[in-house]
């Protein structure tokens, strides 16, 4: 079994809790639990780098404790303090252990693993939510940096035709198979790659990843676009709204909607 390394931040605020969540995801992280004042971030142990993560906190007078989990006992604390998301009256996910969920119109089942994408942060939450003023009916979809699924999923639901997702990460990619066969979804493609240049073009492309990310592959996801169709993105703080509107713009996206949420970003752009 995989080993992990937990990261514990103490006495930080939501503030400095965002932008780390954002800096250390760019860097490998792949879970996170957020409590009051407190931050845990994992990272496979193959993939820490003591040295960028003291250059990261090393400005904010931010303290940590580090210590080496095993992948089973994570699960299970994962599992443990895995609590239901509602996104408005319009999506509610949870794990099998839970109770089904009443009053939303569409309900998607999830594994509860350290994948990013379970609802509960303020990005994936608004993609959701971003996603329901969308028109998936017959629509070809690409979701880059999948994660758990969840967007991929509630493509499929909300009536894509098919969808492609991708992901750059082993855990990631087991996790979102699960959860595909747990909403028995029949029209993902699910494949491993490290980019958005698939080669093809779609009607709806959704990206929940990083600033960093987005822009390096603001190209293949402008090309890959089809003429009034929509580019739906976050993993964006505030602050990186400009960049992101400039690059965007360099391939004729224009920015038709934003919506904000504990100090991040979701950006809807046509083309």
């Not at 293949?220 to 976050?234: P, T």
Request: hydrophobic share 40%.
């Amino acid at each position: 079994m995989s080993k992990y390394i937990q990261i514990s931040f103490q006495q930080i605020s939501s503030e400095q809790s965002d932008v780390l969540l954002a800096q250390l995801s760019s860097i490998g992280f792949e879970g996170f639990q957020e409590e009051e004042n407190l931050l845990k971030a994992f990272i496979p142990s193959q993939n820490f780098d003591e040295a960028i993560l003291k250059e990261i906190t090393s400005g904010s007078n931010l303290l940590y404790t580090q210590s080496t989990i095993e992948e089973t006992n994570w699960n299970a604390v994962w599992e443990s303090n895995f609590d239901p998301v509602i996104v408005d009256d319009f999506v509610a996910i949870r794990a099998d252990f839970h109770e089904s969920l009443q009053g939303v119109e569409h309900e998607i089942l999830i594994t509860p693993k350290m994948s990013f994408g379970t609802g509960h942060h303020a990005t994936t939450y608004m993609m959701i939510q971003q996603m329901r003023n969308i028109n998936f009916n017959d629509k070809t979809v690409f979701d880059f940096g999948t994660g758990t699924g969840v967007l991929a999923i509630l493509a499929e639901k909300l009536g894509a035709k098919n969808v492609f997702a991708v992901d750059n990460d082993d855990w990631s990619m087991e996790n979102a198979n699960e959860n595909f066969e747990k909403n028995n979804c029949t029209k993902i493609d699910l494949q491993k790659t490290d980019d958005a240049g698939s080669g093809k073009q779609y009607d709806i492309i959704l990206a929940n990843i990083n600033k960093n990310v987005i822009l390096d592959n603001m190209s293949n996801l402008s090309d890959q676009l089809l003429s009034n169709c929509v580019l739906l993105l976050s993993g964006l703080l505030i602050e990186d709204e400009a960049d992101i509107v400039n690059a965007a713009g360099k391939f004729q996206l224009k920015l038709v909607n934003k919506t904000e949420r504990n100090n991040w970003i979701a950006l809807k752009f046509t083309y």
